[in-house]
């Protein structure tokens, strides 16, 4: 393909990528496939000779798109949204057009400087505190961008380890690292994303998982009875990591009153808010934030809420020194004449991969494209969608409302069995009109319905409802118990 055609193709594309968006709603939103479809569609090896474009294009309806989950269908409501914006997929296109690899900031400037001054602005929209941005007043941390939350975890609790360890080698050198691990101890809540419980598996270390409130919510006292527990058994508290917007419930760790507890007992406070963090740019939310002051780490995911394309985790460090500390290796081909200026970056120091693509432009398109009154908006409207459908089940007498909504999810069940709820899943997921995923709270099955695609409106969120409630219906007829259908449901 030589740039005359790819003019034309790309043309095409960008076509074929706004027809699919366009009529998204018409399709099933989720696949009707059986696993293993895919293989018998296309050939065991690859062409000896090159296929023909139109070959190609043509596969994608037959091959690709049977198989597809419609994550930015208005009929998409499960796990947490993904982020997708017109601004960020040409700002992708791009980064892949210019395909430099910034590792450091020798390897392409524009790819480090522009990183660090998004992180600033984004920082500064959050109202994140001075000591978190390049740009504050004697501050030592700064901002990166990592691929996931689950590596921003990872990320701070290899650093925090390090950290440790160095610390208790300076005063008692004749100890092993090894001896060190073995009584290195993290703690999270019982609601904390299986990424945070997979950091501790990676990093070798034991994680205490800590009892959360009626509300789903990490309390301090809580932490600090364990905390007590295992000083007294010998151990060496090393890590925490709170969570802002748990995915089961969307429940917020209390920031205020864990991180003095961190900072006494010197164990670093990573805070995992992948979902919820793009919240806090409305000052409405800001307050759940408030206590960031005391973490070491702070992360969330742009790609989940904020309209930037997957990938894009924004992770701020209080002292950027502890992670180029721990991970910096310094050979002769990757070193270059800037690197000990007070004010270059080498972003390979900061993260696990040493490659990394120039992710910051899509932070930049959309940023200047929406404003931060646009990104407020869609924020404000998905909440207020959930609003909506919270208070159409609240309507419906045989739900329940399982947690309080305060941001973009709603989890519900019928009142009843767990069967019941489990049912009426089944039923959804097999009638493939709208998708969501469950989870359980305290021993109960519970539907959460996430306002997800940037296109959602009231009709579609009404339209999920009434299918709903239609299957409710339906499950009542059958063998199970079931409340009288309630008065109150809103048909469309
Ligand atoms: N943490 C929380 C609270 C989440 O809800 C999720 C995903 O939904 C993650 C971490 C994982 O995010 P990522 O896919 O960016 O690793």
């Known amino acids: 393909m030589d740039s005359a055609e790819f003019r034309r193709r790309g043309k095409e594309m960008v076509d074929l990528i706004a027809d699919y968006l366009d009529n998204i709603e018409e399709r099933p939103v989720y696949p009707g496939v059986e696993p293993g479809y895919l293989r018998p569609l296309i050939p065991s090896e690859a062409p000896v000779d090159p296929d023909n474009y139109e070959d190609i294009i043509k596969d994608v309806e037959r091959v690709i798109m049977p198989g597809v989950t419609h994550w930015h269908s208005p009929h998409f409501f499960a796990y947490f949204s993904a982020a997708q914006s017109f601004p960020a997929m040409l700002a992708d296109m791009l980064s892949g057009g210019i395909g430099c690899i910034g590792f450091s900031w020798a390897a392409s400037p524009a790819c480090t400087e522009l990183e660090t001054v998004m992180m600033d602005w984004l920082g500064k929209m959050l109202k994140l505190p001075d000591c978190f941005l390049f740009s504050g007043v004697n501050s030592q941390g700064g901002g990166v961008i990592q691929s996931s939350a689950s590596e921003a975890t990872l990320v701070a609790l290899l650093a925090a380890r390090c950290k440790t360890v160095r610390k208790i080698q300076a005063s008692n050198p004749a100890l092993a690292e090894g001896e060190i691990f073995g009584k290195l101890v993290s703690y999270t809540s019982e609601q904390c994303h299986s990424s945070v419980e997979r950091a501790a598996l990676i990093g070798g270390v034991k994680m205490r998982k800590v009892p959360s409130d009626s509300n789903f919510a990490l309390r301090g006292d809580a932490l600090k009875k364990m905390v007590d527990e295992d000083k007294a058994a010998g151990l060496i508290p090393f890590y925490f990591c709170a969570t802002l917007g748990t995915t089961p419930s969307c429940a917020f760790d209390h920031l205020l009153e864990l991180g003095p507890i961190c900072n006494e007992e010197n164990i670093w406070m990573h805070i995992d808010a992948a979902y919820a963090g793009s919240s806090f740019i409305c000052p409405e939310y800001r307050h759940i934030l408030n206590g960031v002051e005391f973490a070491d780490s702070f992360n969330f995911n742009p790609h989940k809420w904020l309209l930037v394309n997957f990938d894009c985790s924004a992770m701020w460090l209080k002292r950027k020194a502890d992670v180029v500390g721990a991970f910096k290796c310094d050979p002769l081909y990757l070193k270059h004449k800037n690197q000990?200026?007070?004010?270059?970056?080498?972003?390979?120091?900061?993260?696990?991969?040493?490659?990394?693509?120039?992710?910051?432009?899509?932070?930049?398109?959309?940023?200047?494209?929406?404003?931060?009154?646009?990104?407020?908006?869609?924020?404000?409207?998905?909440?207020?969608?959930?609003?909506?459908?919270?208070?159409?089940?609240?309507?419906?007498?045989?739900?329940?409302?399982?947690?309080?909504?305060?941001?973009?999810?709603?989890?519900?069940?019928?009142?009843?069995?767990?069967?019941?709820?489990?049912?009426?899943?089944?039923?959804?997921?097999?009638?493939?009109?709208?998708?969501?995923?469950?989870?359980?709270?305290?021993?109960?099955?519970?539907?959460?319905?996430?306002?997800?695609?940037?296109?959602?409106?009231?009709?579609?969120?009404?339209?999920?409802?009434?299918?709903?409630?239609?299957?409710?219906?339906?499950?009542?007829?059958?063998?199970?118990?079931?409340?009288?259908?309630?008065?109150?449901?809103?048909?469309?």
């Not at 899943?425 to 998708?435: D, W």
């Not at 009709?459 to 999920?464: E, G, M, P, S, T």
């Not at 409630?469 to 309630?486: D, F, N, V, W, Y």
Request: glycine share 6%.
């Open 340 to 492: 000990d200026s007070e004010i270059v970056t080498d972003y390979r120091h900061w993260h696990i991969p040493m490659g990394r693509r120039f992710r910051s432009l899509k932070m930049w398109f959309v940023f200047r494209v929406y404003g931060l009154s646009g990104l407020q908006a869609h924020i404000r409207k998905h909440v207020s969608l959930a609003k909506e459908f919270e208070s159409l089940v609240r309507a419906d007498h045989r739900f329940e409302i399982c947690a309080e909504v305060v941001l973009g999810l709603v989890c519900f069940r019928l009142k009843g069995t767990n069967e019941l709820s489990q049912r009426l899943h089944e039923n959804i997921v097999k009638s493939r009109e709208i998708h969501l995923v469950p989870c359980r709270l305290d021993g109960r099955f519970v539907l959460r319905f996430a306002i997800c695609a940037r296109t959602t409106e009231p009709r579609h969120i009404h339209r999920a409802w009434h299918h709903i409630a239609k299957l409710a219906s339906q499950l009542s007829r059958g063998p199970g118990k079931m409340p009288e259908r309630g008065p109150a449901v809103i048909e469309t």
